[in-house]
């Protein structure tokens, strides 16, 4: 998902009660909750397609869960330490226990990779243990209805407190309805993939606004996918040598470690492209990997 929606979870959680049990509970909360998303730093190192197969890896994966709110804990402590030598902690802060620090810290990581499962977009669980992906198709990536909800849901739980009153209530509500609304979603996407047994699998994938409909994207095997029963791409995988196009460029390589549901399509300029069924059709070079020459064979050829 993406990081509003993470941050909003982490304060929400904050404001249930957790952020009474040690002084920087919310940043280590929301931060928490954001630290998976580390590895976005990879743009500063890799281009092209090589991200697609660093991300939502390595540090979603159960060591970095635990050693990310290792060190988040550790940075807040000797913050609050700093603060304190200079004489300038915040005297309404409560007394800051590493203990919770990272009992929460690492509240809010696990809920970074149980939200990024939600989507299609996928998630490698059990990294580095295992490189599989994982995918939910339960949301779309970004969920406008659950940013109004959590953010009003947040905004009146803090307008309560700053009255004088307990925002527990509103937040913890909020954040079970919010659970409702993920279950509704996930059964969508059941009764969705129920009603397509013509296909080996069916990923369901959400729209941006529309959250009750699904694309619902067929695969028929042989590297085929369709979509309101039209087929994706103009030749089948078969018709390259997709092992040699990884062997000979790493790029092609890092898109198929990622891709769930790769098309094979003839550009305009004669070259092959490869493009993700999921994706298909975005204008973003990020999302489609141009084959070496040579590797394909031509209509009416043998592969």
């Known amino acids: 998902m993406d990081n509003l929606t993470h941050s909003l979870v982490g304060a929400l959680i904050g404001q249930a009660g957790l952020k009474r049990r040690t002084g920087l509970a919310m940043p280590a909360l929301i931060l928490g909750a954001n630290l998976p998303d ?21 540090t979603h994966g159960p060591i970095a869960l635990v050693l990310l709110p290792l060190v988040l804990a550790g940075g807040l402590w000797a913050w609050d330490r700093l603060q304190a030598g200079r004489g300038r ?21 696990l809920t970074h990779p149980a939200l990024d499962w939600l989507n299609v977009y996928g998630i490698r669980l059990l990294e580095p243990f295992s490189h599989r992906w994982f995918y939910g198709d339960v949301l779309f990536i970004v969920d406008v209805w659950l940013w ?15 009255q004088g009153g307990d925002g527990r209530t509103i937040a913890r509500n909020v954040l079970a309805l919010c659970g409702i609304y993920v279950l509704a979603n996930y059964a969508i996407s059941a009764w969705d993939r ?7 699998e069916t990923i369901s994938s959400p729209p941006p606004l529309a959250f009750w409909q699904r694309e619902s994207i067929g695969v028929g095997g042989a590297g085929t996918f369709y979509v309101d029963g039209e087929k994706l791409g103009n030749r089948p995988l078969t018709a390259c040598d997709l092992a040699a196009a990884r062997a000979q460029d790493g790029q092609v390589d890092a898109f198929l470690f990622w891709s769930r549901a790769p098309v094979l399509d003839r550009r305009p300029d004669g070259r092959w492209q490869l493009s993700d069924a999921r994706y298909y059709g975005v204008e973003r070079s990020q999302f489609s990997v141009v084959l070496p020459d040579g590797l394909c064979s031509e209509p009416g050829n043998s592969p």
């Open 38 to 58: 580390v590895d976005a730093t990879c743009f500063l190192w890799l281009s092209g397609t090589e991200p697609l197969a660093f991300r939502r890896g390595i």
């Open 89 to 109: 902690r915040p005297e309404r802060r409560l007394p800051v226990r590493f203990g919770w620090l990272f009992a929460l810290a690492l509240i809010g990581c």
């Open 148 to 162: 109004l909800g959590m953010g009003l849901g947040l905004w009146l739980s803090l307008r309560r407190e700053r």
């Open 194 to 200: 129920s009603h397509n047994p013509g296909f080996l």
